[in-house]
């Protein structure tokens, strides 16, 4: 099956499945196929993250729209795409196989995202939670360099190992914020969360939704035991109070080891 007529089966799962009233379409592919076809022109989109390099361009996520029919209901996007505009060329990586977190991560909508040099930094977002069964605020944050992930994917090398995750963390469960990364520290302003919440006793998911509009988070990651986490997270929750969030300096001093001379 060629890439172009991937999406084409993209649009009509989800046609059919608005025919028989699923809510959700769920990503699945049996492949780690690296799809390419001509050109590159793909569908219009929304809610996507873009990461540009070059004459490259990387898509995370967002919603495909039906041409004729814009105001409908959308379709998750199922793939992260590169976009070579050099060669009129579109790459197209299945998600199955990406690391746990960010397959369901990446197939989701409005995430708040930056880059930094050759590093993209993707937070939160909203999309479908395969274990979990339901749509939700993603409590992640995934990082990859855009350069590295590009030279795979056109020599065909392994990339799937190029992510880093924070992950499972509810402090950076944001959808539709502002991502900005200055020095070692992240800032997040505005957005919202919307997670559901399994009802006692019952079956039943109530959700729940809070409003961060003109709050503004701050913080760092750190390396435990070799995994990332957050660091020194701190929230102003105005913008009267917004100086309390901004540390004495962005960078922090580099660690320095000293050999001692013993002689």
Same mark, same amino acid.
């Given at each position: 099956?060629?890439?172009?007529?991937?999406?084409?089966?993209?649009?009509?799962?989800?046609?059919?499945?608005?025919?028989?009233?699923?809510?959700?379409?769920?990503?699945?592919?049996?492949?780690?196929?690296?799809?390419?076809?001509?050109?590159?022109?793909?569908?219009?989109?929304?809610?996507?993250?873009?990461?540009?390099?070059?004459?490259?361009?990387?898509?995370?996520?967002?919603?495909?729209?039906?041409?004729?029919?814009?105001?409908?209901?959308?379709?998750?996007?199922?793939?992260?795409?590169?976009?070579?505009?050099?060669?009129?060329?579109?790459?197209?990586?299945?998600?199955?196989?990406?690391?746990?977190?960010?397959?369901?991560?990446?197939?989701?909508?409005?995430?708040?995202?930056?880059?930094?040099?050759?590093?993209? =930094?993707?937070?939160?977002?909203?999309?479908?939670?395969?274990?979990?069964?339901?749509?939700?605020?993603?409590?992640?944050?995934?990082?990859?360099?855009?350069?590295?992930?590009?030279?795979?994917?056109?020599?065909?090398?392994?990339?799937?190992?190029?992510?880093?995750?924070?992950?499972?963390?509810?402090?950076?469960?944001?959808?539709?914020?502002?991502?900005?990364?200055?020095?070692?520290?992240?800032?997040?302003?505005?957005?919202?969360?919307?997670?559901?919440?399994?009802?006692?006793?019952?079956?039943?998911?109530?959700?729940?939704?809070?409003?961060?509009?003109?709050?503004?988070?701050?913080?760092?990651?750190?390396?435990?035991?070799?995994?990332?986490?957050?660091?020194?997270?701190?929230?102003?929750?105005?913008?009267?109070?917004? =100086?309390?969030?901004?540390?004495?300096?962005?960078?922090?001093?580099?660690?320095?080891?000293?050999?001692?001379?013993?002689?």
């Amino acid at each position: 099956m060629n890439s172009m007529m991937r999406l084409r089966f993209l649009f009509l799962g989800f046609w059919l499945s608005l025919a028989s009233l699923q809510a959700q379409f769920v990503c699945f592919s049996d492949s780690t196929t690296i799809y390419t076809f001509e050109g590159t022109q793909v569908p219009p989109m929304v809610g996507e993250a873009t990461f540009a390099y070059q004459h490259y361009r990387v898509i995370v996520g967002g919603k495909f729209l039906d041409p004729l029919h814009p105001e409908d209901e959308a379709i998750y996007n199922c793939d992260m795409l590169i976009i070579d505009h050099e060669r009129q060329k579109t790459y197209i990586l299945p998600l199955s196989y990406f690391p746990p977190f960010v397959d369901d991560q990446f197939a989701g909508v409005n995430y708040a995202y930056t880059m930094e040099n050759d590093t993209a =930094y993707v937070l939160g977002g909203y999309g479908y939670d395969l274990a979990k069964g339901y749509q939700t605020t993603f409590p992640t944050l995934t990082i990859f360099p855009v350069k590295t992930l590009i030279d795979s994917v056109l020599h065909y090398k392994d990339y799937l190992n190029l992510f880093q995750v924070v992950e499972s963390d509810s402090r950076l469960a944001i959808t539709e914020g502002t991502l900005v990364k200055i020095g070692d520290y992240f800032l997040v302003y505005n957005g919202r969360e919307i997670t559901p919440i399994e009802e006692e006793f019952t079956d039943c998911l109530t959700v729940n939704e809070w409003d961060f509009r003109g709050q503004l988070r701050k913080f760092s990651l750190k390396k435990t035991e070799g995994y990332l986490e957050v660091d020194e997270l701190q929230i102003c929750n105005t913008s009267k109070v917004f =100086y309390q969030c901004m540390p004495d300096t962005w960078k922090k001093a580099p660690v320095r080891v000293y050999e001692l001379d013993r002689q």
